[in-house]
Structure formats: C-alpha cells, structure tokens
C-alpha cells in the first residue's frame, strides 16, 4: 500500500495521514516533506526481503518533518520502523491543531467544502462506529483540503438528555443520593458539574481497582487503541466495568478519543448542544414550527420507559427475539354457555380489554358477531365482539382481545372502530386501580398471580411456548411498555414531503444510490413524531401554563419566561400565574438543527452561515 493510500485509509491513527493532510502545496513547510520512495533496494540492503518482491512490498524511505521535544520540526529521513511508535503522534497534532492547519483557508478558492460531524454523545468511548465515521469524514476533508478548497469539518458532541441523566443518576446513587432528593437546579448544577469536570481527571476521581487505573492515571491515555495496548497485564474487556465504575472519566471521552484518532476538525468551532446559542437556535425553531401549526401537544400512544420514566422514541428501542408464552384464556359469551378462547402474551392487559374481534370471513365465529363478552376477573365488565378484515385467522384461535392501551396496533384499530382507550398501567410498570385488586402490582407480578388465579377459576386453558418479539429500552435495557400519554409531537408529513422532493429533483444526492429505497419508504410511511421527555437534563420545552386552566388549550409559547408573563398578562391581567412545562426536547431535537445552528442560524447575516451553509457532505448511520 502506498504512503497516500495509507494516509486516506487510516484517518490519521497512522503517522502517514498525520504528516501529509494539513499542508498546501503554497505552504512554506512542504519543503520538509517527502513520500517519494527511494530506489530499488538490492538484496544486500534488506536480507528479509527477496530481491525479487514486487516493488511495493520492499522497503522505503520516508521523509518526514519530525517533532522534537521542544516542538521545533527537522528535517529527517528515518527508516519505517516494523511497530508503530505513537510517542509523537498527539504531539505533531497538537502542533498542527496550533498553527491552525485545520481551520478552513479562502486564499486559494471560495467554494468551501463543509462537513458537519454528525454529534457523538457527551457520554460516549470510543468504538468501531465511531472510529468508521472519523476515518470516512476525514478521507473526504483531508483530499478537498490537499486539493485546496476552503475545508470546514465542524465537530461537537450532543448533550444525550437520557444517557447522561442516567450516568449522573447512577454517580449520585454511588454517594447516597437520590434525584428525588434534589430540586431540578440542584440536579441539573450536578449534570453541568459533570460534564466540564471530564478535561482533567485526577487519581481520586477514579476506581484504583480497575485493571487500567494506572494507564490512565499515570500515561494520560484516553485513545481506546492506546489504552488497549498500554494494559498488557489485564483484560481489555473489564474496560466496561471500568466504565461503569468511573462515570466522570466519560463526560468527555469521545472528543479526546476523536483527537488521538487525528480527526483534522477545526476545534475552534467545537460546539455542544446545549451552547447558549445553540439553545437559542432550539427556542426559534420550536416557536416557528409551532407557529405554522406543526407542533401540537396531545395524548396518543408512545413508547414509555418505566425505569427511565420518559417517553422514547422509535428508534430508541430495539427489537429482540425472546423465548415467552402464549396464554390462552377463556372468555366468556354473555347470555350463553360459549366460550370464546383468547391467545395473548401479555395476559395482564385484559383489565384494559375493550372489545373482542374475528375476521369477518371466519366461519367459526360468525354467530358471535355483535353480541358482548365478559372479561375474565373484572367482575363482570362486558366487552363487544366485533369483526375486522385484519384479524389473523391463523395466529392463536383467531380471536384477538383488543387492549387499545397497551399496543400500538390495538391502539390505531382502536381509533378506527370508534373504541375506548383504557389504560391499566401507572408510569411505573405497576398496574393502577382499573386492574382492581391487582393494582399495585409490577406488571409481571401481576402476570404470574393473574394466570394461577384463572387456573383456579377454570378460565386458563393452556400456556404455550412462543417466541416473542420483545421491545427494549436502547439506553436502560428494560422491556419497554406501549402507554397513551400527554406529549409534544412534531407533525411529519408536510416536512417528509419536502425532504422526499429534494431527492426526486436531484438537490440531494444519496451514496449508494440503492439507499434510495430506504430513505422513501421510511419518509413515506413516517409517523409523528414524539418530541417531549420527561427528564431534566435537556432543552426545557418554551411553553408556559396558566395557573387554574386547561393545559391543553391554555397555554403560552414564548422565548423566555419574562415574555411568556408579558403575553399571559395582556390576556388574562396583571394577577395572572404562570409556570413552565416540566418536560424537555428531545435530544435529536437540538441534533436535527445541527448543520446550521453551528453556523449561526437563526441570524442569517451570521459569517459562519453566509459562508459555509449549505454544507456539502453528510455521512451518517442509517438511523439518522
């Protein structure tokens, strides 16, 4: 492999990339570097290689500027050694980084080359993905800017509203503290505390018991690559314990790791998601989608985490395959001796029934259609049995109970037969007192009672093995719970079509182009979405309510508190009370304004913004 081909592949954790991207051919230190290779080694100069070899893989010379001690460049002519030596690697980019070799230079050309980097969590180490995603931006930055454009590659970290609430949440159980113990200032001082403290980390910050205590305490490593081969006495993998053990070591991480991996980001326009002006930039984006008509708050089904206590979003939870059962249990006709038998997974939910429904072409149960049934153990609630087209014949019995509460596709059958959402579920996991005298139990605890107890009463049938498809909190690992709340939701149809014009009319190109597909259909079948959380670390959503009134339709957005008082007065008159909504934004709230809050935005005559927005290149996951 040549010395270029190393230097696009290896992002800069080689020293190829490190010495040759920064430099201009106008720049008066080229001088000093040279990747020619040298002429055809004879066999006398390399007895390890066959004089026959093919000319790449034998020996060569690199010139390169190499650091002393004291920061100065020699010129240097040293032969490629068989390990690589890292000692000088943070030292020439930490010189590069000062003599602003990173930052975009307009002498050559106007047409700038933007990438803005998709913002890692504050609490993020570094791990394949992220080591992906630097290598692929920087080949792209490092060949535009050898190429002389004007190259911008703005890096920056979100502030992870879930992940980091957890990570603080844990520091302070480690102390005896509870959040609950603490007002929303104390608590969010602590996050804040947390976050800046990750630059210097001393030895009585960390776990001395953890297998790379001294290589962080005593090397200062935090490349994940370096640490891995500084601690040669340990597993590599109780690094995650580490972790887990020594939470303020990773307020910061990912950016340090992101430097070691010699990411050429112009770090004087580093910003975080919760930046003054960034937060000003989430204000006027809310107030202006709101104003259109685009933002509106409401009760529809949501993914709720009950450990967490907050909503989720979709892509927040992941789906995995789990050894369950099938419950099948009797219900019975009113008026009749008939049974009719129900296959469920969640048998709890029953007290949140609504209705039973067949398919209308099913034979068997076509003389049930329209007449009611009771609901097992709720003292005789009676249910109506109707038929709908999309009930599987084949799944279970074919009679499928509706708890519209508790299931996303009960919930939208629900909505359109007319029927009522009942909810049996506190935010907790516990069942509420609709479930009688079940409530107050854990929804698997109430599961195993409920199940012994229709074994009793005669209504279980049988209960059978079955894989189930089980949703699962990305952040907390817990089963994620289907629940109707009140949120805030974003209105997606009229902004999905937009972005799906751009791609039909060329204005955004996606690489590969069978990504395509993708990108349609997610924007063609995309749902509202929940913008709300109920946490306190994040961008507190800018709407106020009226003391004494409906929050769903008094209520006040404004810009800051002093306005929102303004606005109530005129309205309501000088005695007015007002107070703000408890929740935050979702984080990717703040993310998805990213490319041009960074520049400026919403100030048009921002410099940043007139001359670097649009950007150029987006290269991300498939989720984002």
């Given at each position: 492999?040549?010395?270029l081909?190393?230097?696009?592949?290896?992002?800069?954790?080689?020293?190829?990339s490190?010495?040759?991207?920064?430099?201009?051919?106008?720049?008066?230190?080229?001088?000093?570097?040279?990747?020619?290779?040298?002429?055809r080694?004879?066999?006398?100069?390399?007895?390890?290689?066959?004089?026959?070899?093919?000319?790449?893989?034998?020996?060569r010379?690199?010139?390169?500027?190499?650091?002393?001690?004291?920061?100065?460049?020699?010129n240097?002519?040293?032969?490629?050694?068989?390990?690589?030596?890292?000692?000088?690697?943070?030292?020439?980019?930490?010189?590069?980084?000062s003599?602003?070799?990173?930052?975009?230079?307009?002498?050559?050309?106007?047409?700038?080359?933007v990438?803005?980097?998709?913002?890692?969590?504050?609490?993020?180490?570094?791990?394949?993905?992220h080591?992906?995603?630097?290598?692929?931006?920087?080949?792209?930055?490092?060949?535009?800017?050898?190429?002389?454009?004007?190259?911008?590659?703005?890096?920056?970290?979100?502030?992870?509203?879930?992940a980091?609430?957890?990570?603080?949440?844990?520091?302070?159980?480690?102390?005896?503290?509870?959040?609950?113990?603490?007002?929303?200032d104390?608590?969010?001082?602590?996050?804040?505390?947390?976050k800046?403290?990750?630059?210097?980390?001393?030895?009585?910050?960390?776990?001395?018991?953890?297998?790379?205590?001294?290589?962080?305490?005593?090397?200062?490593?935090?490349?994940?690559?370096?640490?891995?081969?500084?601690?040669h006495?340990?597993?590599?993998?109780?690094?995650?314990s580490f972790?887990?053990?020594?939470?303020?070591?990773?307020g910061?991480?990912?950016?340090?790791?992101?430097?070691?991996?010699?990411?050429?980001c112009?770090?004087?326009?580093?910003?975080?998601?919760?930046?003054?002006?960034?937060?000003?930039?989430?204000?006027?984006?809310?107030?202006r989608?709101h104003e259109?008509?685009?933002?509106?708050?409401?009760?529809?089904?949501?993914?709720w985490?009950?450990?967490?206590?907050?909503?989720?979003?979709?892509?927040?939870?992941?789906?995995?395959?789990?050894?369950?059962?099938?419950?099948?249990?009797?219900?019975?006709?009113?008026?009749?001796?008939?049974?009719?038998?129900?296959?469920?997974?969640?048998?709890?939910?029953?007290?949140?029934?609504?209705?039973l429904?067949?398919?209308?072409?099913?034979?068997?149960?076509?003389?049930?259609?329209?007449?009611?049934a009771?609901?097992?153990?709720?003292?005789?609630?009676?249910?109506?049995?109707?038929?709908?087209?999309?009930?599987?014949?084949?799944?279970?019995?074919?009679?499928?109970?509706?708890?519209p509460?508790?299931?996303?596709?009960?919930y939208?059958?629900?909505?359109?037969l007319g029927?009522?959402?009942?909810?049996v579920?506190?935010?907790?996991?516990?069942l509420?007192?609709?479930?009688?005298?079940?409530?107050?139990?854990?929804?698997?605890?109430?599961r195993?009672?409920?199940?012994?107890?229709?074994?009793?009463?005669?209504?279980?049938?049988?209960k059978?093995?079955?894989?189930?498809?089980?949703?699962?909190?990305?952040?907390?690992?817990?089963?994620i719970?289907?629940?109707?709340?009140?949120?805030?939701?974003v209105?997606?149809e009229?902004?999905?079509?937009?972005?799906?014009?751009?791609?039909?009319?060329g204005?955004?190109?996606?690489?590969p182009?069978?990504?395509?597909?993708?990108y349609?259909?997610?924007?063609?079948?995309?749902?509202?979405?929940?913008?709300s959380?109920?946490?306190?670390?994040?961008?507190?959503?800018?709407?106020?309510?009226?003391v004494?009134?409906?929050?769903?339709?008094?209520?006040?957005?404004?810009?800051?508190?002093?306005?929102?008082?303004?606005?109530?007065?005129?309205?309501?008159?000088?005695?007015?009370?007002?107070?703000?909504?408890?929740?935050?934004?979702?984080?990717?709230?703040?993310?998805?304004l990213?490319?041009?809050?960074?520049l400026?935005?919403?100030?048009?005559?921002?410099?940043?913004f007139?001359?670097?927005?649009?950007?150029?290149?987006?290269?991300?996951?498939?989720?984002?």
């Amino acid at each position: 492999m040549s010395t270029l081909q190393l230097a696009l592949s290896s992002s800069a954790s080689s020293s190829y990339s490190l010495f040759f991207s920064p430099f201009s051919k106008r720049n008066p230190l080229n001088s000093f570097l040279f990747y020619k290779p040298r002429r055809r080694l004879s066999h006398s100069h390399s007895h390890s290689h066959s004089h026959f070899a093919p000319h790449f893989l034998r020996p060569r010379l690199l010139y390169v500027a190499a650091a002393s001690e004291n920061g100065a460049y020699n010129n240097t002519s040293p032969e490629i050694a068989k390990s690589f030596d890292f000692s000088s690697e943070e030292r020439i980019y930490n010189w590069w980084e000062s003599q602003g070799y990173f930052r975009p230079n307009f002498e050559r050309g106007s047409d700038p080359f933007v990438v803005s980097m998709p913002p890692p969590n504050v609490t993020g180490s570094l791990h394949m993905g992220h080591a992906m995603f630097v290598t692929l931006e920087d080949i792209m930055v490092r060949y535009h800017r050898m190429k002389g454009r004007p190259t911008l590659w703005l890096p920056g970290t979100d502030h992870a509203g879930i992940a980091t609430q957890l990570v603080v949440e844990r520091m302070l159980a480690s102390e005896g503290i509870s959040r609950a113990q603490m007002s929303r200032d104390e608590f969010t001082k602590r996050v804040w505390q947390w976050k800046e403290k990750f630059h210097r980390i001393s030895a009585e910050d960390l776990d001395p018991s953890a297998a790379v205590f001294t290589a962080v305490t005593t090397k200062g490593y935090h490349s994940a690559h370096s640490l891995k081969l500084y601690c040669h006495e340990s597993s590599w993998q109780n690094h995650k314990s580490f972790a887990k053990r020594n939470p303020l070591l990773y307020g910061g991480t990912i950016t340090n790791q992101i430097k070691r991996l010699g990411a050429s980001c112009d770090w004087t326009r580093e910003h975080f998601t919760l930046d003054e002006q960034l937060s000003q930039a989430v204000i006027e984006a809310f107030i202006r989608l709101h104003e259109k008509g685009l933002i509106y708050q409401g009760s529809y089904m949501v993914n709720w985490s009950p450990s967490l206590q907050t909503a989720v979003s979709d892509l927040e939870v992941e789906y995995s395959e789990e050894s369950g059962h099938l419950y099948y249990i009797k219900y019975r006709v009113a008026g009749r001796s008939d049974f009719l038998t129900v296959a469920t997974a969640r048998p709890e939910t029953l007290f949140g029934d609504v209705a039973l429904a067949v398919n209308p072409k099913d034979e068997r149960y076509a003389q049930f259609i329209g007449q009611m049934a009771i609901v097992p153990q709720t003292f005789g609630r009676h249910v109506p049995i109707l038929a709908d087209k999309h009930v599987d014949k084949e799944f279970g019995t074919g009679v499928l109970k509706i708890s519209p509460g508790h299931d996303h596709n009960d919930y939208f059958l629900a909505r359109k037969l007319g029927l009522p959402v009942l909810n049996v579920m506190n935010k907790d996991g516990t069942l509420n007192d609709v479930a009688g005298l079940y409530s107050g139990l854990d929804r698997f605890e109430a599961r195993k009672k409920l199940w012994a107890e229709l074994e009793e009463t005669g209504l279980a049938v049988k209960k059978e093995p079955h894989t189930l498809r089980v949703p699962r909190s990305q952040r907390g690992g817990e089963v994620i719970e289907p629940l109707v709340s009140k949120q805030w939701f974003v209105t997606m149809e009229p902004l999905a079509e937009k972005a799906l014009k751009a791609v039909e009319k060329g204005e955004l190109k996606i690489i590969p182009e069978r990504f395509e597909k993708i990108y349609n259909h997610w924007l063609s079948n995309i749902k509202d979405w929940c913008i709300s959380r109920q946490l306190w670390w994040g961008h507190r959503i800018p709407v106020w309510y009226i003391v004494g009134k409906n929050n769903e339709e008094e209520y006040i957005v404004a810009r800051n508190a002093d306005e929102a008082l303004e606005k109530a007065q005129k309205k309501y008159g000088n005695d007015v009370e007002i107070y703000q909504d408890p929740d935050v934004l979702d984080t990717w709230f703040s993310s998805a304004l990213w490319p041009f809050s960074t520049l400026g935005w919403p100030d048009l005559s921002a410099e940043d913004f007139k001359k670097f927005y649009p950007t150029t290149m987006l290269e991300t996951g498939l989720v984002l």
